[in-house]
């Protein structure tokens, strides 16, 4: 039997993963019927960046109940509303 081996690059493989990440995420939000539109499902990254703290920020808060992170049903990815993220971010002001 011979060796096989797959070389892959690992900046493709990251944004492969990200790619399925968010069309799984469509799908079980459009399964959920959370999906609306007046409210925008954002990804820890997205929420991160319109927040304009750190993820560790973002995690912390969670923690705290200061912003609600949610999951999708049956698996481990967090997501966030925003809607949420906006009333925050007026609070800040």
């Known amino acids: 039997m011979d060796n096989q081996f ?3 690059d ?5 944004r ?3 790619q399925i990440f968010e069309d799984v995420l469509e799908v079980k939000l459009q399964q959920l019927e959370i999906n609306n539109v007046n409210d925008e499902v954002l990804t820890p990254e ?3 960046k319109l927040l304009g703290k750190s993820r560790r ?3 912390y808060w969670s ?6 992170k ?7 990815s967090p997501y966030y509303l925003r809607s949420e993220i906006i009333a925050k ?3 800040e002001k």
Request: proline share 3%; hydrophobic share 40%; no cysteine.
């Open 89 to 91: 971010l007026k609070e």
């Open 16 to 18: 492969k993963q990200k």
């Open 46 to 48: 997205m929420a991160s």
């Open 57 to 59: 920020t973002l995690e």
């Open 10 to 14: 690992p900046e493709e493989y990251l």
């Open 6 to 8: 797959i070389f892959f």
């Open 70 to 76: 949610r999951f999708l049903a049956g698996t481990h």
């Open 63 to 68: 923690t705290k109940n200061i912003i609600r």
